[in-house]
């Protein structure tokens, strides 16, 4: 089993920057395959980006492509997520969650097994 922990979320001004990080203790990182997710208020979860657990290819959902990168640092045990050029609409609590399933890129909640408490993104206009 692996515990996750959260930080790096705060306010910020609309086309700043933010780096998230997911500490992850019990298990490494490579044993997983990862996922960031979010969710503003009276909205689903949703998928943002995934890196897979072995090769470290990645996928995001077609709003953030070209702003976010999904990345992992084994040696420190850590998955992240920078975000560039931040939106109004990128609000929302932010989640990582890891699944110990192999395969292509996931991107359904149910396909995470662990997840984080979540850290909120606010991006002002």
């Known amino acids: 089993q692996v515990q996750l922990v959260e930080s790096g979320g705060g306010l910020v001004q609309a086309g700043g920057s933010v780096r998230l990080s997911c500490a992850a203790s019990?298990?490494?990182?490579?044993?997983?395959?990862w996922g960031w997710f979010r969710q503003a208020p009276g909205k689903e979860r949703e998928f943002v980006a995934t890196?897979?657990?072995?090769?470290?290819?990645?996928y995001y959902t077609d709003s953030v492509k070209g702003r976010f990168t999904i990345s992992r640092d084994n040696a420190k045990n850590t998955v992240y997520l920078q975000m560039n050029s931040l939106k109004p609409e990128d609000t929302a609590v932010y989640y990582c969650?890891?699944?110990?399933?192999?395969?292509?890129?996931?991107?359904?909640?149910?396909?995470?097994?662990?997840w984080g408490q979540g850290t909120q993104v606010t991006v002002s206009s």
């Open positions: 969650a890891a699944s110990r399933r192999v395969g292509v890129y996931f991107v359904r909640t149910s396909d995470y097994d662990y």
């Open positions: 019990g298990r490494t990182v490579s044993s997983y395959g």
């Open positions: 890196i897979r657990m072995s090769g470290g290819g990645t």
